[in-house]
């Protein structure tokens, strides 16, 4: 089955600590995306990959960083810079040829910094 | 700067009754609204969409309505089942760059 594979589903760092969560994808996708997900609010973008080894910043990549070395991997380190890691982590797709604008979603990583 | 608003953060709807999720906008440049829904700790899944040519789609139970004067757009579900227990989410993205900008979401709840 095709879709997206999120790892570890649950992980717990201390402060100070950086950590990657993984995204793989075997849609044969283009694009890659990662969201954070805060209660009460909507999905906020962290990176996004159109390509093969280029990446470009969304709204809140501070404190993150990606790589984009194969086209169905798409890892997120979340690093000691990022003040407030605690969050659900989301990945998704999109198949740029389709035209359309709809994301296929991992089921996600929730991250817990104690 | 919240440009996409979902302003009821949960409802809660009689099973077979019509449920109806309301979302508000605040770009004009938006000409592509999505729906999504999310169980917990799962990713959100692809409902429905609608671009700003139309003012309505359907996909079985499901209708999007877009009013385009108002900036507002709609998502009915009727009938509302209790796997429809969920929270929805609405996105729009303006077609030229693909990004998609997400209310914060509304929790509905389906009584038996």
């Known amino acids: 089955d095709g879709g997206i594979t999120q790892s570890p589903k649950y992980l717990f760092r201390k402060e100070g600590q950086n950590v990657t969560l993984s995204c793989e994808q075997n849609l044969n996708h283009d694009a890659m995306y990662w969201y954070r997900q805060d209660p009460g609010q909507g999905l906020r973008l962290i990176y996004y990959s159109q390509i093969v080894n280029d990446f470009q910043k969304g709204d809140i990549a501070e404190g993150y960083s990606v790589s984009r070395e194969k086209k169905e991997s798409f890892p997120l380190t979340v690093t000691s810079a990022q003040k407030n890691p605690t969050a659900f982590y989301l990945c998704?797709?999109?198949?740029?040829?389709?035209?359309?604008?709809?994301?296929?979603f991992g089921a996600g990583s929730r991250l817990t910094v104690l | 700067d919240q440009q996409v608003k979902q302003n009821s953060p949960s409802l809660s709807v009689q099973e077979g009754r019509i449920s109806i999720l309301n979302c508000d906008y605040t770009?004009?440049?938006?000409?592509?609204f999505l729906w999504y829904k999310k169980y917990p700790a799962e990713g959100p899944t692809f409902l429905i969409s609608i671009s700003s040519i139309k003012d309505k789609n359907e996909d079985g139970r499901f209708t999007v309505f877009l009013n385009k004067s108002a900036k507002h757009l709609s998502l009915h579900i009727v009938p509302s089942q209790p796997g429809d227990s969920a929270v929805y989410f609405c996105a729009a993205s303006a077609l030229s760059n693909y990004q998609l900008i997400w209310g914060a979401g509304t929790k509905l709840i389906i009584k038996p």
């Open positions: 770009n004009s440049m938006f000409d592509y």
């Open positions: 998704a797709s999109r198949d740029r040829g389709s035209g359309a604008n709809v994301l296929t």
